[in-house]
């Protein structure tokens, strides 16, 4: 498959790429590790006139710890998360699902966090050659007014099918997006949009810098199915955080589910339905796990592969499984 | 826009005028003419145009010519010597029966061969880890993983 033509641009620093998407704002894309990017050029879904590589932004690329938060820049790649004994250490749910993103090719040197995060919305209806779309009305997403996936649908269903941001929403991550004359700080939950065609808050000339996690004595775990161990989306996830407090009681809690509906689904009730509860209250955690079935399944759609049924039964077993193993960590 | 890129491609100084939309996959088939890396999805799933870039494995399809300027760069062209003598992991793949049509063998290859570059001694499960991203259509992978074991337990040596 080849690619369109563009042109290529390589920014030397932070100001310069910022300047150049100031300019060409929807006429550009950035290009990171490529491996989201490249693939939807090639089917025809994106066109853009020009692509700016960030390939010379090595002061995008960087974990650290700083004053009680985590911090990684957005072209830090999935290689180094994975081998970060700080992230394994304090943000275990977010090294769990890199470790799932690809393969080894992937991982190692294209992959990066930002573009794990910023990857659109798919659906098996959609993420098709020119070729097979062109054989049929264009859909939601494709610019015209049908669904493939839910009939009579008056919107788009595509699915985000992001591990890292189903596993950093659980963590209660903040982004920050950087444009020429602008600089904020959001919260990963509010950075979607629950629109299925534009999933992502993010203006044209804004560029995504860093990622943020708070630090404060949690526990996290980052569970999913898929078909293939590598280079697969998951067909459904599960993000989990845990704190405890002194009595062992759970203090916090943050149940999130992933490649159920257009973005990552917070379940802020679920969550707070935990507060109080023993570690071991496996009772209370098999609840919480199918409440959590029965709160996100209204959001899927038949899009990305297995049956609905069975993904819906399985979210159940998934925010169960990251429940116990977030709880085993804080006994250990 | 054409640009100018030079890298080291299997030991040898190339200078090449590039496309901004080739890949990597591309300039190393369809204008080099070196046909040894293969093109199977061509979106990064299946692993068969694994090439080495500064000794890591990555997908040549989704891996853009103009990032390739002052790389070193493998393909499987270059492993055996100029007087035809196999290299040890493609020896072996032929004494195991790692191979049944061939196409997915040089990305298998590669990927092997950036793993006992950087750890002689993996293990099953490293060589598996490490071969997760390359699909076999064929037969399955038990052949394919003791061709890679036998070639590590070898050494780097031909018998």
Not at chain 1, 164 to 174: F, H, V
């Amino acid at each position: 498959m080849r690619l369109p033509k563009f042109n290529y641009l390589g920014p030397k620093t932070l100001d310069e790429a910022l300047d150049l998407l100031d300019t060409y704002k929807d006429d550009a894309k950035i290009l990171a590790g490529g491996t989201d990017l490249l693939v939807r050029m090639k089917k025809g879904l994106l066109k853009p006139k020009v692509l700016i590589s960030l390939k010379a932004l090595n002061e995008l690329s960087y974990i650290k710890k700083q004053s009680g938060f985590i911090k990684i820049g957005a072209r830090t790649p999935l290689a180094d998360i994975i081998d970060s004994d700080l992230i394994q250490k304090e943000a275990k749910a977010l090294f769990q699902a890199c470790k799932k993103i690809g393969a080894i090719s992937i991982q190692h040197f294209r992959g990066t966090i930002g573009g794990n995060i910023l990857q659109d919305n798919r659906c098996h209806h959609y993420n098709q050659s020119d070729f097979h779309r062109s054989g049929r009305q264009a859909c939601h997403k494709d610019g015209g007014k049908i669904c493939y996936a839910r009939e009579e649908a008056d919107r788009c269903n595509s699915t985000c099918q992001s591990d890292g941001a189903t596993a950093l929403m659980a963590l209660g991550a903040d982004i920050t997006l950087v444009s020429k004359s602008n600089e904020r700080t959001i919260d990963l939950a509010d950075f979607y949009t629950t629109d299925g065609i534009m999933p992502h808050a993010c203006e044209s000339n804004e560029l995504l810098k860093e990622i943020i996690i708070p630090v404060f004595g949690a526990h996290s775990s980052y569970q999913r199915l898929a078909y293939r161990s590598a280079i697969d989306y998951p067909i459904v996830c599960a993000g989990v955080l845990l704190k405890p407090s002194l009595k062992n009681e759970i203090a916090e809690a943050r149940i999130v589910v992933g490649a159920m509906g257009r973005s990552p689904l917070f379940l802020a009730q679920i969550s707070s339905s935990l507060k109080g509860k023993k570690l071991n209250d496996t009772i209370a955690f098999k609840k919480a796990a199918d409440a959590s079935m029965d709160s996100s399944a209204t959001f899927a759609v038949h899009n990305v592969g297995a049956t609905l049924e069975y993904r819906c039964s399985m979210v159940s077993q998934m925010v169960f499984q990251a429940l116990e193993q977030t709880a085993e960590t804080i006994k250990a | 826009m054409a640009t100018n890129i030079s890298f080291l491609l299997n030991g040898d100084k190339i200078s090449y005028e590039i496309k901004d939309h080739w890949t990597l996959l591309h300039l190393l088939r369809e204008e080099m003419g070196l046909i040894g890396t293969k093109e199977g999805c061509g979106n990064g799933e299946c692993g068969a145009c694994t090439v080495i870039v500064d000794k890591l494995a990555i997908n040549s399809c989704l891996y853009l010519a103009i990032d390739a300027d002052e790389k070193i760069i493998e393909t499987i062209e270059g492993l055996a010597s100029t007087d035809g003598t196999l290299h040890p992991l493609q020896q072996s793949f032929v004494d195991n029966g790692g191979i049944q049509c061939g196409f997915c063998s040089p990305g298998m290859i590669m990927s092997s061969k950036a793993l006992l570059d950087e750890n002689p001694k993996a293990g099953h499960e490293e060589i598996k880890h490490a071969l997760a991203g390359n699909i076999c259509r064929c037969t399955g992978y038990v052949q394919i993983l003791d061709s890679v074991e036998a070639a590590r337990d070898k050494g780097g040596q031909n018998e």
